[in-house]
T-cell receptor
Framework: DTAVSQTPKYLVTQMGNDKSIKCEQN?????MYWYKQDSKKFLKIMFS???????INETVPNRFSPKSPDKAHLNLHINSLELGDSAVYFC?????????????FGPGTRLTVT | AQKVTQAQTEISVVEKEDVTLDCVYE???????LFWYKQPPSGELVFLIR??????QNEISGRYSWNFQKSTSSFNFTITASQVVDSAVYFC???????????FGQGTELSVKP
């Protein structure tokens, strides 16, 4: 009974390609997030959505475009992939960020760009 | 600006030793939330604890305990009688209530040797 799921778990692709990562949560949460973890394990927010509305866009290149078809899903599409995009991408969700509710993370998607 | 610092990059201990992971934070907010997450070698991010800025009581959960001190802006995590299964990267994080993003520290990699 997975709370936050992501597909695929691993993604290997070449520079210049376009790829998508899907995320779904079954916790009934209103807010979803994408984080990027770099090779040094540093975690940084990319986007957050509240009930399908973009709340945070943390100076991410335009090549990254999140899409939220409903509040249980937040997908990440990446155009024209670059070597520097190689990282682990985590999706997360929480109920009420204004109350500091904890975020639950998906298993991560390891993206390798060659 | 909000910031979380985990000065210990790596810690190595022998099983059954006690170990404390340090976390220092910076924020101008009077209401804020602090978190600890565990990232085992399998890669997922596991929520451990959430503490709000108005609750300075220490918390104990089994072998885990947390010491929150506003006077020193610290939220330290102690594992008592460490076990090999405690080997992981541990992240301290601060919640930005305006949007809900988590601001992570750099992480501390704990290695518990048998």
């Amino acid at each position: 009974d997975t709370a936050v799921s992501q597909t695929p778990k691993y993604l290997v692709t070449q520079m210049g390609n376009d790829k998508s990562i899907k995320c779904e949560q079954n916790l009934g949460h209103d807010t979803m997030y994408w984080y990027k973890q770099d090779s040094k394990k540093f975690l940084k927010i990319m986007f957050s959505y509240n009930n399908k509305e973009l709340i945070i866009n943390e100076t991410v290149p335009n090549r990254f475009s999140p899409k939220s078809p409903d509040k249980a899903h937040l997908n990440l599409h990446i155009n024209s992939l670059e070597l520097g995009d190689s990282a682990v991408y985590f999706c997360a969700s929480s109920q009420d960020p204004s109350q500091g509710d904890e975020q639950y993370f998906g298993p991560g998607t390891r993206l390798t760009v060659t | 600006a909000q910031k979380v610092t985990q000065a210990q990059t790596e810690i190595s201990v022998v099983e059954k030793e006690d170990v404390t992971l340090d976390c220092v934070y910076e924020t101008r907010d009077t209401t804020y939330y602090l978190f600890w997450y565990k990232q085992p070698p399998s890669g997922e991010l596991v929520f451990l604890i959430r503490r709000n800025s108005f609750d300075e009581q220490n918390e104990i959960s089994g072998r885990y305990s947390w010491n929150f001190q506003k006077s020193t802006s610290s939220f330290n995590f102690t594992i008592t009688a460490s076990q090999v299964v405690d080997s992981a990267v541990y992240f301290c994080a601060l919640s930005d209530l305006d949007g809900g993003k988590l601001i992570f520290g750099q992480g501390t990699e704990l290695s518990v040797k048998p």
